[in-house]
């Protein structure tokens, strides 16, 4: 695999792997962007590139952390996984822990939001370990 390649506008791209399809984007991209690119979506709720939804995390071969794809620039030779069982079972994690901060009283009622319900789906989220703040939670907030 050739890292570095010259288009006709002198930008120079990376090669990767992304769920076992190889792909070339401009070095300065992201994961993240990298995925769009390939037509492989990731999982995520936040709508900028600071990482802060924690949900788009992906596994880099060679690498123990779960980086946040938005955040992470792509590299030569990367090998990126966007899901697998334990990034599954990170993700449930993560999207129990917004949801059950949510002012609803059960996960019926966080899948009235429609982002929030197609992550729900994607990740397979089928419980809330956690509980839920619904209205008796808000009371003293008044």
Same mark, same amino acid.
């Given at each position: 695999m050739?890292?570095?390649?010259?288009?006709? %506008?002198? %930008?120079?791209?990376?090669?990767?792997?992304i769920d076992g399809k190889r792909i070339a984007v401009p070095e300065n991209a992201s994961?993240? @962007?990298? &995925?769009m690119e390939a037509d492989i979506k990731i999982p995520k709720l936040c709508t900028g590139d600071h990482?802060? @939804? !924690?949900? @788009?995390?992906?596994?880099?071969?060679? !690498?123990?952390?779960?980086? &946040?794809? @938005? %955040?992470?620039?792509? &590299?030569?030779?990367?090998i990126v996984h966007t899901t697998n069982? !334990?990034?599954?079972r990170v993700r449930r994690g993560v999207l129990e822990l917004y949801i059950s901060d949510l002012p609803v009283d059960s996960l019926n009622e966080a899948k009235e939001d429609f982002e929030l319900a197609g992550v729900?789906?994607?990740?397979?989220?089928?419980?809330v370990r956690y509980g839920f703040r619904g209205a008796s939670d808000n009371k003293g907030d008044q």
């Open positions: 050739s890292s570095n390649n010259e288009t006709n %506008t002198g %930008t120079s791209k990376v090669e990767l792997i994961i993240m @962007c990298a &995925a990482g802060s @939804c !924690r949900l @788009c995390l992906v596994e880099i071969e060679g !690498r123990i952390d779960m980086p &946040a794809s @938005c %955040t992470e620039p792509v &590299a030569p030779g990367m069982e !334990r990034l599954d729900i789906k994607v990740v397979g989220l089928k419980e």
